[in-house]
C-alpha cells in the first residue's frame, strides 16, 4: 500500500498555528475531525465539526487533562496493521476505527523552563499523551502520517499521502520526539539534579544548512545549532550579505567573537583571526585605531582572516577593512554607512550577533574522538587581582601589569603551546601550536621582527613588551628567548618543578614575572 486516504484525522496541538485553516481543508474532503481539549475549541469556535477522543474512547478526560488519549480505541486505530487478518479483526470485534492522520505538537516544556517557570509547572509540561501518540503514528507509518510541524501542513491538502511523505514525517517525528525527551533529560539532569556529567549525555543538535564542503572539498559537512539553549554565538548571528558560510569560515569566525568577547566591557578591540588562531588583537579609544594596530601585528596573516569587534561597526572602521581581502566580518551590529561600503563586497561575509556573549558564561564543550567524546567545562576561567603573584625581585610597574593581562587574555585562544607578546594594548607578536614552548617564543618574536620591518619601525614591538605563556615555562630556556625578543615582563601560570630555575633566570635578566595559578591550554 503506498498512497492512504485520509479519511478520519486526529488533532490536538498546543502551537495552534495553522491548525484551523488545515481542519476546515480536510473537512471540505470529507475527512472526520477527532480532536482535544483546547484544539477541539479552537476548531468550533472556526465552526467545524469536530468529535471528541472521549467520544471513541467512551471515558472523560480526566486527572486534569493527564489522561485523554492514552485508550486502545485511540492507539488501536493507530498502531493496527490494515492488511493483518488478525489486526483487521481485532479491530471489528473492538468497535476500533482507523485513524489516518495525527496532528501533533507537544506541550511547550522548553518555553516553560525559558520563562522560569516553578518546578510544579515545568513538570506539568511535560506531555505523555502526545509523544505516545507520535511514536505510534510513526512506527505504523507504513498506514497512518505523522505530523508534528505546522510547516508540513501543505502536504496534507490534497487529501491522502504517499509512502515516500509518511517515511519522511516519521523520520522527522521520531527525530521531535528525541529532542524533546532530550531537553526533558537535560533540566532533570542539570537544573534540577545538579548534574555536571550525568551518566547518560544527551544532546539535541538542530541542522542550521548543509555547507559546501567541510574542512576540505572532500570532506562533506553541516552545520548543526543547539536547541532550546538560548545561546548567543555564530551559530545564532544574522548573515547580512556574502557567500555562503564554510566550514572553516563559521570555526573561524566562532574563534574570533570568542575572543572579541573577552573584551565586551573593554575599550573599542578588535581581533583578527586566521585558521582559529588570532593574528593581532588591540584596544584603542576608536575601532578604526584597534583594527589599525591589530592588523600591524600580522599584515600578512590578517589577508583573507577574519575580523571581530566589541562595538557596532561604523564607517571609518568598514573603509579601513576594506583595504584589503577579509572572509568575514563580526559585529554586535553596523551603521549605515558600514553597510553601504561593505555592500560593494560582495563576497564579505558579515555578521551580526547583538549583544557579545559573556565569557564566563557556564556550559559543557564536547569534542569526537574515535569511539566516543570527550566532555568538559568550557574554559571561563578570568583573571583576578587576587590570583596575581609575583615571584621575582622587581614587582611589574603599571603598564607592564596591564600588558600582562591583556596578553594572558589573548593567550587563552591561542592553540597551544602559546606565546603572546603585548605592549601599550596590542598584540606584538603571537607564536602558536608548535610542540615546544621554546619554538613558540622564537616564532612570536620573528613575527613581531618582521611586521616592525615591514612597517618601517625602527625596532619590533616586543621591545618593553610583557609575554604571556598560556602553561608554565619548563625550562629557562624559552624564557631567555623572551628576553631577548626585549621582553620586561612575564606571566605564566606557574606550577613546573623547575620554577626556581625560571624565576632565577628571570631575576638575572631583570624581568618582572607573575605566577597566575592557572593554564590556559587550548588544543
Not at 185 to 212: I, M, N, S, V
Amino acid at each position: 500500500m503506498t498512497d492512504i486516504a485520509i479519511r478520519r484525522a486526529l488533532l490536538s496541538v498546543s502551537d495552534k498555528t495553522g491548525v484551523v485553516d488545515l481542519a476546515r481543508i480536510l473537512a471540505e474532503r470529507g475527512v472526520e475531525l477527532v480532536s482535544t481539549g483546547g484544539t477541539a475549541k479552537a476548531l468550533r469556535e472556526a465552526g467545524l465539526s469536530v468529535k471528541d477522543v472521549s467520544d471513541l474512547t467512551g471515558f472523560p478526560e480526566m486527572m486534569d487533562g493527564r489522561v485523554k488519549t492514552l485508550h486502545p480505541m485511540v492507539h488501536g486505530g493507530l498502531l493496527a496493521v490494515r492488511d493483518d487478518a488478525a489486526h483487521a479483526a481485532a479491530m471489528e470485534e473492538h468497535g476500533i476505527g482507523a485513524i489516518d492522520l495525527v496532528v501533533v505538537n507537544l506541550y511547550p516544556f522548553e518555553a516553560t523552563v525559558a520563562k522560569g517557570a516553578a518546578r510544579d509547572e515545568v513538570i506539568e509540561n511535560i506531555d505523555i499523551g502526545g509523544p505516545s501518540m507520535v511514536r505510534s503514528a510513526a512506527k505504523n507509518h507504513a498506514y497512518v502520517a505523522i505530523v508534528t510541524d505546522p510547516a508540513d501542513y501543505a502536504l496534507l491538502e490534497k487529501g491522502s499521502t504517499t509512502l515516500d511523505e509518511r517515511r519522511r514525517l516519521a523520520a522527522k517525528a521520531f527525530a521531535a520526539t528525541a529532542a524533546y525527551d532530550s531537553a526533558i533529560a537535560q533540566w532533570f539532569a542539570f537544573a534540577d539534579q545538579g548534574e555536571r556529567f550525568p551518566a547518560t549525555l544527551p544532546l539535541t543538535l538542530k541542522r542550521g544548512q548543509t555547507l559546501r564542503y567541510g574542512e576540505n572539498p572532500h570532506q562533506q559537512g553541516a552545520f548543526y545549532a543547539a536547541a532550546g539553549t538560548g545561546a548567543t554565538g555564530i551559530g545564532q548571528a544574522r548573515q547580512l550579505q556574502g557567500k555562503e558560510l564554510s566550514y572553516n569560515n563559521l570555526n573561524d569566525a566562532d574563534a574570533a567573537l570568542e575572543l572579541v568577547a573577552e573584551f565586551r566591557d573593554a575599550a573599542p578591540s578588535c581581533v583578527i583571526v586566521k585558521h582559529a588562531n588570532p593574528c593581532g588583537v588591540a584596544t584603542a579609544d576608536s575601532l578604526e585605531a584597534a583594527y589599525a594596530e591589530a592588523f600591524a601585528c600580522d599584515t600578512v596573516s590578517a589577508f583573507g582572516g577574519i575580523i571581530a569587534v566589541n562595538r557596532p561597526l561604523d564607517g571609518a572602521t568598514a573603509r579601513a577593512i576594506t583595504q584589503i581581502f577579509t572572509e568575514v566580518v563580526v559585529a554586535p551590529d553596523a551603521d549605515e554607512e558600514a553597510l553601504a561600503l561593505f555592500a560593494a563586497k560582495k563576497n564579505l561575509r558579515l555578521l551580526l550577533t547583538g549583544a557579545l556573549p559573556d565569557p564566563r558564561r557556564a556550559g559543557l564543550t564536547a569534542k569526537s574522538i574515535l569511539g566516543g567524546w570527550l566532555v568538559q567545562d568550557r574554559d571561563g576561567g578570568m583573571l583576578t587581582d587576587d590570583m596575581l603573584k609575583v615571584v621575582t625581585k622587581r614587582q611589574p610597574t603599571a603598564q607592564e601589569l596591564a600588558d600582562c593581562r591583556f596578553a594572558w587574555t589573548v593567550a587563552k585562544h591561542v592553540k597551544s603551546n602559546a606565546i603572546v607578546y603585548a605592549k601599550d594594548g596590542a598584540t606584538a607578536g603571537i607564536g602558536a601550536g608548535q610542540m615546544n614552548r621554546l619554538e613558540s617564543a622564537r616564532i612570536a618574536a620573528w613575527k613581531a621582527k618582521d611586521a616592525a620591518d615591514k612597517a618601517g619601525w625602527g625596532q619590533p614591538r616586543t621591545i618593553g613588551s610583557a609575554v604571556a605563556s598560556d602553561a608554565f615555562f619548563p625550562f629557562a630556556d624559552g624564557l631567555m628567548a623572551a628576553v631577548e625578543a626585549g621582553a620586561t615582563a612575564v606571566i605564566q601560570p606557574g606550577g613546573s618543578i623547575r620554577d626556581d630555575e625560571v624565576i632565577a633566570a628571570a631575576d638575572a635578566a631583570g624581568l618582572a614575572m607573575v605566577f597566575t595559578g592557572i593554564r590556559h591550554f587550548r588544543h
